[in-house]
């Protein structure tokens, strides 16, 4: 006899792919292909490189992009304990402790501001405190001079829902507004010296 249909209807691939799967080589290929084929970079942890015009580093063993806010983000996270004690930062005064100065409030801050009284420094340190809260105060204060009386069109709405035009007044208004709040500033930063 000579071939049989049944042997013509496979190809060797179909042959190779069936010993594969006994073999259970389930990733061995059984064809040849041309084409693209992307390259695999291999990068090791903290790394950077730059690849889709982006920034990239690993991170405990993750890709992540590097970006512009990176630092704020980092500013702005809060560990769950205090790098200093180990403690949990669960209470309210340990999380703005944090923000001030990098550690909690019971028992880093409570020793830190008695080591200042120890050491006579304890008066600086409030008074600094004090100044760099005023300061924050002030310039929050100019700020909402700038969004609201400068910018504003002197129309208002009302619980009805009318709108009411005050601009007859407002340039009269805004001015004596902005000069006193100026002053008031000035004689702050004057006291604050």
């Not at 830190?112 to 008074?127: F, H, N, T």
């Amino acid at each position: 006899m000579s071939e049989s249909l049944l042997k013509k209807e496979f190809k060797q691939s179909d042959v190779q792919r069936v010993r594969n799967l006994v073999n259970k080589d389930f990733t061995s290929s059984t064809k040849q292909q041309a084409g693209y084929q992307k390259t695999i970079e291999h990068h090791e942890e903290g790394e950077i490189w730059e690849a889709e015009g982006k920034s990239w580093t690993i991170k405990n063993g993750l890709k992540q992009n590097i970006t512009k806010l990176d630092t704020a983000k980092k500013a702005s996270r809060m560990p769950l304990t205090c790098p200093n004690c180990g403690g949990p930062l669960r209470h309210h005064l340990a999380k703005k402790m944090y923000r001030i100065h990098g550690f909690c409030f019971d028992p880093c801050t409570v020793e830190y501001e008695a080591s200042l009284r120890e050491a006579g420094l304890y008066e600086k340190y409030e008074e600094k405190m004090l100044q760099n809260n005023m300061d924050g105060f002030l310039k929050d204060l100019e700020s909402w001079l700038e969004e609201n009386v400068s910018s504003s069109d002197g129309s208002f709405v009302t619980e009805q829902g009318d709108i009411e035009d005050w601009k007859h007044n407002k340039k009269k208004h805004n001015d004596t507004i902005t000069k006193r709040v100026l002053e008031y500033s000035s004689i702050v930063r004057k006291t604050l010296g």
